[in-house]
């Protein structure tokens, strides 16, 4: 069946570390990967969207990779702040289907000073 | 802020009843997708709409139903709602529905069915 997977456990890292979000998913062959991050009581603003036929993305702080062997994307903060903290949803995109998204569970992460 | 707004904020209804939620896209927007994001889960697809038109829809019975107006307002309606309903309902507006077109999330509406 098909899956998507973050991991399910809250990550706490210290402020000014890296801050390293994992997405996993079986049995898709998405065209793009995408990444939210949603406060509570929000919904989820889009941080980076990054294609098939790229390895890497960045943008400011924020760092994207997807290895379409491993079936994998990696998500990076840097410099991570107490203002970074907040849940962070993956999502993928499949050919032909345009901009509809299939997401993870979402990963919270805490930035503690 | 996205400029995507929803009403209403909050809604408890009991099983059975029927429901209506609203959303109201960004000025120039002609896309605008529905979700349904349970506790502790990510959001679900249930249907796009384009220029007023079904443009695709996920794995939800036909008691999930949607409109979309040229004023850039559309509304996701349940009928005979079920307790397993209760969860969070997203609406995101785009430009279009290709991939390179971001989507724009409102705030939600959350729905308790008891």
């Known amino acids: 069946s098909q899956k998507i997977e973050q991991n399910s456990e809250a990550l706490n890292i210290q402020e000014g570390k890296t801050a390293t979000l994992t997405c996993n998913y079986t049995n898709y062959s998405p065209a793009y990967l995408q990444w939210y991050r949603q406060d509570p009581g929000r919904g989820p603003v889009f941080l980076l969207l990054?294609?098939?036929?790229?390895k890497e993305k960045r943008k400011e702080r924020l760092k994207v990779t997807f290895d379409t062997t491993l079936k994998q994307s990696l998500f990076h903060i840097t410099a991570s702040q107490p203002a970074d903290s907040a849940t962070y949803l993956c999502a993928l995109g499949v050919t032909g289907g345009g901009n509809k998204l299939t997401f993870g569970t979402g990963t919270q992460l805490k930035v503690e000073l | 802020e996205t400029g995507v707004t929803q009403s209403p904020t909050h809604l408890i209804k009991t099983r059975g009843q029927q429901v209506t939620l609203r959303c109201s896209s960004q000025?120039?927007?002609?896309?605008v997708s529905w979700y349904q994001q349970a506790l502790g889960q990510g959001p679900q697809f249930i249907f796009q709409?384009?220029?007023?038109?079904?443009?695709g829809r996920g794995n939800f019975p036909p008691r999930f139903s949607g409109l979309q107006f040229p004023n850039y307002s559309s509304e996701l309606n349940v009928n005979a709602l079920e307790l397993d309903d209760s969860a969070l309902y997203l609406c995101?507006?785009?430009?279009?529905?290709?991939?390179?077109?971001?989507?724009?999330f409102g705030p939600g509406t959350r729905l308790l069915v008891l």
């Open positions: 000025s120039g927007h002609n896309t």
């Open positions: 709409y384009y220029r007023e038109e079904e443009n």
């Open positions: 995101a507006s785009s430009l279009g529905f290709q991939v390179q077109e971001t989507q724009y």
């Open positions: 990054i294609r098939e036929n790229e």
